[in-house]
T-cell receptor
Framework: GAGVSQSPSNKVTEKGKDVELRCDPISGHTALYWYRQSLGQGLEFLIYFQGNSAPDKSGLPSDRFSAERTGGSVSTLTIQRTQQEDSAVYLC????????????FGSGTQLSVL | GIQVEQSPPDLILQEGANSTLRCNFS?????LQWFHQNPWGQLINLFYIPSGTKQNGRLSATTVATERYSLLYISSSQTTDSGVYFCAVVRVLTGGGNKLTFGTGTQLKVEL
């Protein structure tokens, strides 16, 4: 596609429910990143994919968070048993990898856990 | 981990004014990027600037890697410059790819 597409744009859920967030990267981009932005904060790195593998999962905040990528394209971020502190904007970015790679960000999913 | 601090946290300018935003980081990095997040949340990459100075229109950036800081200059500011400016330091991940560690940003509002 023309840009990085994320869905849904907004998600309201109840505490304890599971949610899935989707990222559709720019066609041909092999690198994919998930970031989280809490209200008034900077961006927190969650996970990086190169193709379908995730060499760096160090940013996932707990074992309730998981992510996968299939076919080297679409990625889903799953949060199980959501908590109120999970409320944030979840941003996805994709790129061609390299030292000077330019990351293209999607518009994010605003997650609200009630 | 590496710490990235930005100043000032908030800035209000009259249209046409100039400003300087600062980014300090605590360790050596492979690269540094500046981003603008517009009021709708979209992040746009402004500069790759591991060292030296770059200019793009009314914006320019300077990084002094040996002293671990970078500056973003905005000249003749316009209302469309409003938003949050983030610097992000770059370290290469094991297995390839880049990990960006973001600062907490400078919230800029440009008024008529």
């Amino acid at each position: 596609g023309a840009g990085v597409s994320q869905s849904p744009s907004n998600k309201v859920t109840e505490k304890g429910k599971d949610v899935e967030l989707r990222c559709d990267p720019i066609s041909g981009h092999t690198a994919l990143y998930w970031y989280r932005q809490s209200l008034g904060q900077g961006l927190e790195f969650l996970i990086y994919f190169q193709g379908n593998s995730a060499p760096d999962k160090s940013g996932l905040p707990s074992d309730r968070f998981s992510a996968e990528r299939t076919g080297g394209s679409v990625s889903t971020l799953t949060i199980q048993r959501t908590q109120q502190e999970d409320s944030a904007v979840y941003l996805c970015a994709s790129s061609f990898p390299g030292l000077n790679e330019k990351l293209f960000f999607g518009s994010g999913t605003q997650l609200s856990v009630l | 981990g590496i710490q990235v601090e930005q100043s000032p946290p908030d800035l209000i300018l009259q249209e046409g004014a100039n400003s300087t935003l600062r980014c300090n980081f605590s360790d050596s990095v492979n690269n540094l990027q500046w981003f603008h997040q517009n009021p709708w949340g979209q992040l746009i990459n402004l500069f790759y600037i591991p060292s030296g100075t770059k200019q793009n229109g009314r914006l320019s950036a300077t990084t002094v890697a040996t002293e671990r800081y970078s500056l973003l200059y905005i000249s003749s500011s316009q209302t469309t410059d409003s938003g949050v400016y983030f610097c992000a330091v770059v370290r290469v991940l094991t297995g390839g790819g880049n990990k960006l560690t973001f600062g907490t940003g400078t919230q800029l509002k440009v008024e008529l």
